[in-house]
């Protein structure tokens, strides 16, 4: 069974500090999509990473997609209360169209 | 459209009633996918279609569950006789195509509560 962990499972932070999610697998991935849930509403893609090794910024987030597919990370510099939610990392199982999530990380950023 | 659309978006039902969930896809998309998510968890991958079609149910349990996506019209994902365990959020994305590189569009999702 493929899965995606995620960790911390719970971050509880000051407005300004600054943090880093993360996903681990044991399968590679051909890409890997973030996503961020807020209360009520269904998850919101940010970003797709791809290449081994490749790093995203979206304003204050940097996405990096570990050189050999196998693991993600997200930091957030300088967080502020709108970063609250769940994040979420996904990706296609190799070899078939399933998607799985992983086990989701909820940050809460204390103004 | 705006998006992919769900209704209703909060569903009480008695144990033992009916409860039918509604995915609106965003237009021209031909796939469909169903996933619950409990409280304090992730998603967790349910059913997958296309128009008529039902392409892999894995993650649909194999009784009392089951799911449509009909030629015209929207998705249903039906749960017949519920039970307290089935009371999550149910969300619904779709795709033009396998979106092997962009991901899903994700609905707002139909929170059921079965009291």
């Known amino acids: 069974t493929q899965l995606l962990e995620q960790s911390p499972q719970f971050l509880s932070i000051q407005e300004g500090e600054n943090l880093t999610v993360y996903c681990n697998s044991s399968?590679?991935?051909?890409?890997l999509q973030w996503y961020r849930q807020e209360p009520g509403e269904g998850p919101v893609l940010l970003v797709t990473v791809v290449t081994g090794g490749e790093v995203k910024k979206l304003k204050r987030l940097t996405f990096q997609f570990g050189d050999a597919r196998k693991d993600s990370s997200l930091h957030i510099t300088a967080a502020q209360p709108g970063d609250t939610g769940l994040y979420l990392c996904?990706?296609?199982?190799?070899?078939?169209?399933?998607?799985?999530f992983g086990t989701g990380t909820r940050l809460k950023v204390l103004a | 459209n705006a998006g992919v659309m769900q209704n209703p978006r909060h569903l009480v039902r008695r144990r033992g009633q009916e409860a039918r969930l509604r995915c609106s896809p965003m237009k021209g998309h031909s796939h469909v996918y169903w996933y619950r998510q409990l409280p304090e968890e992730g998603l967790k991958f349910m059913v997958y279609?296309?128009?008529?079609?039902?392409?892999?149910e894995s993650g649909m349990p194999k009784e009392r569950f089951s799911a449509e996506f009909p030629k015209e019209g929207p998705s249903i994902l039906r749960i017949q006789q519920v039970v307290r365990g089935d009371s999550a959020a149910y969300f619904c994305a779709s795709s033009l195509v396998q979106p092997w590189r962009d991901g899903y569009t994700f609905g707002s999702g139909t929170r059921l509560t079965v009291v």
């Open positions: 399968s590679v991935f051909s890409s």
């Open positions: 996904a990706a296609f199982t190799s070899g078939t169209y399933k998607y799985i």
């Open positions: 279609l296309q128009k008529e079609n039902i392409i892999d």
